[in-house]
C-alpha cells in the first residue's frame, strides 16, 4: 500500500503541473512502474493532445510496459474522443496490473474502463489517494455532473473583517506572497468574476502578470446590471489572451453595449434580480459555454448573492493582520445577510495555512461526489 500511495503521488505531482491548461477535459498524470522502478511518465497537456496514459507509454521508449504497474489519476477512458480510448492501448502493451485513484465522475462512462480491463485479466485497484485526485478535478466533476461551472469566492480582509477602510483605501490588504497565490489561481480557473463596484472602486486588470512564465490570462467576467463600468476602465483598455465579458440587464444602456461590443466585450443579457442580475441564469448559460470554474474576486456584495443564493461551492478567506476598524469601512461580505445563525451556511473541510504573513482558510459550502 505505501508503494501504490508513493507512485500515485507521483502521478498526482504530473497532473497538477498542467492544472489548468487542459479545459474542457481534467486534468490527469500517469506513472508505469516495473520491478519498483519508474519506467515511464506523463501527463494529459491540453485538450487534443495524447491522453496520461498514452504520454507515459511513450515516454517508455524500447522498455517494454509488459508486466508493469500503471499509475493513472483517474480512470482510463473506454470511448472514442478526439483519441482512441486508453483502455485499448494499455490492454495491448501487456501492463498486468493498474492502480486508479479517481473513478471516472462522468455519469455517462464511470466503470467502464475498469470493467474492460478488468475483462482482459488485468488486475484494478481503485481508491488510492482518492481525495487528492478529487480536489484536483472538483471544478470538473461539477461541471460533468451538472452542467454548472465550480464557483469559488475569494475573500481578502482585515482580522477585524474589513476589506477597505472608510475612505474605500483596499490597496494592500493582503501581502505579496498573498497576491503571487491568487495570480497562480486565475491561471488554473476558467473565468474570474468581480462586480461593478470592484471596477469603479479598484479598476482591476484580472490577469495572470505576477507570474512567470505568465501562461493563458483567464476570461474576465464583469457583473453590471446598470452598466456602470466606465468604457476607460483598464479591464476594458487592456485586452488579453482572454475574452472579457460584461453580464448585464436585459434593460440596461442599449447605446454603452454597442459601444463597449465595438471594443471586443461580449455582453450577456440576463433577467434582473432583487440584487442584480440572476446569477443561477448567468452559470446556466456559462455552463454551455464549457466554463468549468468561477473564480469570484469581489465584491462583498456579489460574493455574498452567490453565498445567499446556494450557488457557490468553495471558499478562499485571506485574512490579513491589519485592524482597520470603522463602522463605514466596507465588510468582507455585506448584501442582505441571513437573518438567523440557522440560516448561514456552515464551511466544511476547512483547511488552514500561512501565506507570507497572512492566513488563508479554504473550506466548501457544498460538495459534489
Known amino acids: 500500500m505505501k508503494t501504490d500511495t508513493h507512485w500515485m503521488r507521483k502521478a498526482l505531482a504530473l497532473a497538477r503541473s498542467v492544472q489548468g491548461k487542459t479545459h474542457p477535459n481534467p486534468t490527469v498524470g500517469c506513472v508505469i512502474v516495473k520491478n519498483n522502478r519508474l519506467l515511464g511518465q506523463g501527463y494529459h497537456k491540453f485538450a487534443g493532445a495524447p491522453h496520461a496514459e498514452i504520454d507515459a507509454l511513450t515516454s517508455c521508449g524500447n522498455n517494454s510496459a509488459s508486466g508493469a504497474t500503471c499509475y493513472i489519476t483517474m480512470e482510463p477512458c473506454n470511448h472514442f474522443g478526439r483519441t482512441p480510448p486508453c483502455t485499448d492501448a494499455l490492454i495491448k502493451s501487456g501492463i498486468k496490473r493498474v492502480v486508479i485513484a479517481l473513478r471516472d465522475p462522468n455519469p455517462e462512462v464511470t466503470g467502464g474502463g475498469i470493467e474492460k480491463l478488468k475483462a482482459h ?12 485526485a478529487r480536489k484536483l478535478n472538483e471544478a470538473w466533476i461539477k461541471w460533468i455532473q451538472t452542467g454548472l461551472p465550480f464557483v469559488i469566492i475569494k475573500i481578502a480582509a482585515s482580522l ?16 505579496e506572497k498573498s497576491r503571487h497565490y491568487v495570480h497562480r489561481l486565475r491561471q488554473r480557473v476558467s473565468c474570474v468574476m468581480i462586480g461593478s463596484g470592484t471596477v469603479l472602486s479598484d479598476d482591476p486588470l484580472l490577469t495572470v502578470r505576477k507570474l512567470y512564465p505568465k501562461g493563458p490570462n483567464p476570461l474576465r467576467l464583469i457583473a453590471d446590471s446598470r452598466l456602470r463600468s466606465p468604457l476607460q476602465a483598464k479591464i476594458f483598455q487592456n485586452q488579453t489572451d482572454a ?16 459601444k463597449l461590443t465595438t471594443q471586443g466585450i461580449e455582453i ?25 470554474s468561477i473564480l469570484v474576486e469581489g465584491g462583498p456584495t456579489l460574493a455574498m448573492s452567490f453565498i445567499q443564493s446556494g450557488l457557490a461551492d468553495k471558499v478562499l478567506f485571506f485574512i490579513a493582520p491589519l485592524l482597520i476598524g470603522g463602522k463605514n469601512a466596507r465588510c468582507a461580505l455585506e448584501g442582505e445577510g441571513f437573518d ?8 466544511k473541510r476547512c483547511d488552514v495555512r500561512r501565506i507570507g504573513r497572512d492566513i488563508l482558510v479554504e473550506g466548501y459550502i457544498r460538495s459534489f461526489e
Do not use: F, R
Not at 485497484?125 to 482518492?130: A, D, K, L, P, T
Not at 477585524?160 to 490597496?171: E, F, L, N, R, Y
Not at 450577456?268 to 464549457?290: A, F, M, R, T, V
Open 243 to 258: 475574452k472579457t465579458i460584461i453580464a448585464t440587464a436585459h434593460s440596461s444602456d442599449t447605446e454603452k453595449k454597442i
Open 121 to 132: 485479466g488485468i488486475d484494478v485497484s481503485v481508491g488510492i489517494e482518492e481525495e487528492k
Open 160 to 175: 477585524d473583517g474589513k476589506v477597505a477602510t472608510k475612505t474605500g483605501d483596499s490597496k494592500w490588504i493582503t501581502g
Open 340 to 347: 438567523l445563525l440557522a440560516e448561514a451556511p456552515v464551511v
Open 268 to 292: 450577456i443579457e440576463l433577467s434582473k434580480s432583487k440584487n442584480g442580475i440572476d446569477l443561477e441564469e448567468l452559470l446556466q448559460l456559462l455552463g454551455k459555454k464549457h466554463i468549468e
